[in-house]
């Protein structure tokens, strides 16, 4: 095996790893906040949407049924996480936003700590490595965009927090 060959090889097995941790990390902070790891799936990528976010498109994201979506979505609501608005466009369409429960206390401190412990883990990186991991990690985002669908990434935001 070449040096690149080993070396791509041991960045797959190293994403493959962390893709295992966000998705244990992802069940942890769903637990805390007391919803389900799909409930915060929805939620993240309907405050990460640049667009108005319809219950089909979330459907689609999710690889859920439009009945099983609309029971996530009623959930939510219930619980003030996600809220119905008209379209902007469409008098007959509804967009999904955040509800105002997303401000607890309890959710903040849960987005906190996620922050926190990403300050901690690229403390000890350069901005120039850090730019060099960005473009990677965005590469790596069109690359699964590309083969997944091209909505499955509702922005490039995820690097403001």
């Not at 469409?90 to 936003?97: A, E, F, W, Y």
């Not at 997303?102 to 903040?108: L, M, S």
Request: contains cysteine; glycine residues 6%.
């Amino acid at each position: 095996m070449t040096e690149q060959r080993a070396t791509e090889t041991s960045t797959s097995d190293l994403m493959q790893k962390l893709l295992l941790e966000v998705q244990r990390f992802d069940r942890m902070t769903a637990d805390e906040i007391g919803i389900n790891a799909t409930d915060l799936l929805c939620l993240v990528w309907v405050e990460r949407a640049e667009q108005p976010v319809s219950a089909k498109a979330l459907s689609g994201f999710l690889g859920i049924s439009t009945g099983s979506t609309t029971a996530l979505i009623d959930r939510l609501e219930k619980r003030k996480l996600l809220k119905r608005a008209r379209h902007p466009t469409d008098r007959r369409g509804i967009t999904l936003k955040p509800g105002p429960a997303v401000a607890r206390p309890e959710i903040v401190a849960v987005r906190a700590q996620y922050r926190n412990l990403m300050t901690q883990a690229w403390s000890g990186f350069s901005e120039a490595e850090l730019l060099v991991v960005q473009r990677f990690l965005l590469a790596t985002i069109a690359a699964m965009g590309e083969q997944i669908g091209a909505d499955t990434v509702p922005s490039a935001r995820a690097q403001d927090e």
